[in-house]
C-alpha cells in the first residue's frame, strides 16, 4: 500500500505559478512511477504528467507541455507538480497517483494508487 497526500494547490490569477507536491507513506516511493492527473467539473479526470520512478523520464500531456514541469524527490518520498503561466482552463482538482509499471503510465487503469486531490483554481 502507498498513501498519498497532495498539497499546494489553492486560487491564483492568470499567468501565476504553483507548485504542487504529493506526499507519500507506506511502501517503497521509489518503487513507483508517479502521475498527475486533473478533473475539471463535469469531464473526465484526465492525464497531466507522469515520472518515471527514477526520474530519467518524463511525458506530459499537449496542453501543459512547456509550462508544467513534473519531478520527485525519492529521499524525501514526495513528487511535485511546477506549474507555470497559469491560465483559467486549469481549473480543476489535481491527482496524484503512483503506479507500479516500469514504463510510463498515462492512463488512470495504470494507477493502482490515488491520493485525494487538491483544487486549483485561477482566475481571469
Known amino acids: 500500500q502507498v498513501q498519498l497526500v497532495e498539497s499546494g494547490g489553492g486560487l491564483v490569477q492568470a499567468g501565476d505559478s504553483l507548485r504542487l507536491s504529493c506526499a507519500a507513506s507506506g511502501r517503497t516511493f521509489s518503487s513507483y512511477a508517479v502521475g498527475w492527473f486533473l478533473q475539471a467539473p463535469g469531464n473526465e479526470r484526465e492525464f497531466v504528467a507522469a515520472?518515471?520512478?527514477?526520474?530519467?523520464?518524463?511525458y506530459y500531456a499537449d496542453s501543459v507541455k512547456g509550462r508544467f514541469t513534473i519531478s520527485r524527490d525519492n529521499a524525501k518520498n514526495t513528487g511535485y507538480l511546477r506549474m507555470n503561466v497559469l491560465k483559467p482552463e486549469d481549473t480543476a482538482v489535481y491527482y496524484c497517483a503512483a503506479s507500479s509499471t516500469r514504463v510510463l503510465p498515462t492512463t488512470q487503469v495504470s494507477y493502482a494508487y490515488w491520493g485525494q486531490g487538491t483544487q486549483v483554481t485561477v482566475s481571469s
Open positions: 515520472i518515471t520512478w527514477s526520474g530519467s523520464s518524463t
